[in-house]
């Protein structure tokens, strides 16, 4: 009876580490991405590589390739980024990846942020 418990526990521990376990992800911008606004729905912001805010992103995505959890939650408010196949969110705690494979863009990875990260991009359109 002892092993059967020492079993189950190890199991059951062993399940708790792989689902609360991050997963990498690497995602690099376009050199031209389009920047939406949940503010003003009507206006959008083409960045470049030489904008502030492309460049604050890109170092961001690049410094922070691991610690992505998986999601298929919705996001309110933010920033919302089109580079390639993904959709980037910025709002003011979190990051959200999309998948924009399908028709409608689906939350694939979700990283929280401090406030003061990304201040540039939570300010497009200010």
Known sequence: MNQFIRILSVLTISV??????SKPFDIQLQPK???????????????????PAYIELAQWLNDHKSGWYPTSGK??????IVSGEYGIQV????????STKKAKPEAIYVQEIRDVELKKVKNIGK
């Open 16 to 21: 708790f580490v792989f689902v609360g376990c």
């Open 91 to 98: 709002t003011q705690r979190r990051i959200v990846i999309y």
């Open 75 to 80: 996001y309110p408010r933010g920033v919302y």
């Open 33 to 51: 991405v389009k920047a939406f606004l949940s503010d003003d729905r009507d206006k959008t912001v083409n960045l470049t590589a030489d904008d």
